[in-house]
């Protein structure tokens, strides 16, 4: 099942953000699902469904705002690291 959110906006935010009409709930969208991603609220496959993009899409897209592609928390990333140096020996 898919809901939809209505989000009210001001006349002239499409052209504040060099956006058509048309283009603007597809670009809310996936700002909204960038920033769920990028909190951790979501995971890539979620976020991309969001978007409505293929995972893939969305993951090269997040670029374009700033939010890194791959979201490890600091203990992931300890654990990632720790994992490599186990590897190596």
Request: charge should be negative.
């Amino acid at each position: 099942m898919t809901r939809r959110a209505t989000i009210p906006y001001p006349d002239e935010l499409p052209e504040t953000l060099a956006l058509r009409e048309d283009e603007l709930p597809a670009e809310l969208a996936f700002l909204a699902a960038a920033k769920l991603y990028e909190l951790g609220r979501l995971s890539s496959g979620q976020a991309a469904r969001l978007a409505g993009a293929d995972r893939v899409t969305f993951l090269h897209r997040l670029a374009e705002v700033g939010v890194p592609a791959i979201n490890l928390r600091d203990e992931e990333i300890e654990a990632e690291v720790q994992a490599a140096r186990d590897l190596a020996r």
